[in-house]
């Protein structure tokens, strides 16, 4: 089984330089969603001002911030099982069954944070492994970024 990173969300170049989300303490990706924790706690002057603002989030269990950020994976050899049930069941998870164990995934951050965490399987390490390098914030606290290992 492979799975691909095929795309994830992008800000628009034409974006005003002094837009909050250019201004942020991590990723862009992070940005949007940094703004999206501010905007909503009514604290948006902060934006950029601290860099484990998505990290305390995540721990406090207010991960819908991390929503507004989407990837789109291709997955091979992957037959229809009990893994791709729990995945493709996952609310706002769209997919494509290309065939011959061939999959596209389209999903939001937070969704590959819960199919790793409720499925540990070597499916959900892998939409891990591509995430992170996007939104580490996200992903930093999952205990297979840590020991770079688990559900293989």
């Known amino acids: 089984m492979k799975a691909t990173l095929l795309a994830y969300t992008q800000l628009d170049q034409t974006l ?3 837009s909050p989300l250019r201004h942020g303490a991590g990723t862009l ?5 940094e703004f999206a ?3 909503c706690y009514r604290s948006d002057a902060r934006m950029g001002h601290s860099s484990d603002f998505i990290a305390l989030r995540v721990r406090e269990g207010h991960e819908d911030i991390v929503e507004h950020v989407r990837f789109v994976f291709r997955v091979d050899e992957q037959p229809l099982d009990s893994t ?3 995945l493709a069941n996952q609310p706002t998870v769209e997919y494509t069954d290309l ?3 061939s999959w596209i995934f389209s999903m939001n951050a937070r969704n590959i944070r819960d ?3 409720r499925s540990q399987s070597q499916l959900g390490t892998q ?3 591509l995430a992170h390098p996007i939104a580490p914030a996200v992903y930093d606290d999952l205990q297979l970024i840590a ?3 688990g559900g293989n």
Do not use: T
């Not at 990706?29 to 969603?33: A, D, K, L, R």
């Open 16 to 18: 005003a330089p002094d």
């Open 84 to 86: 791709i049930l729990l």
């Open 147 to 149: 020991e770079g290992s």
């Open 127 to 129: 939409f891990v492994r």
């Open 37 to 39: 924790g501010r905007v």
């Open 29 to 33: 990706q992070e940005n949007v969603m």
């Open 99 to 101: 065939g011959e164990g």
């Open 115 to 117: 199919f790793w965490v």
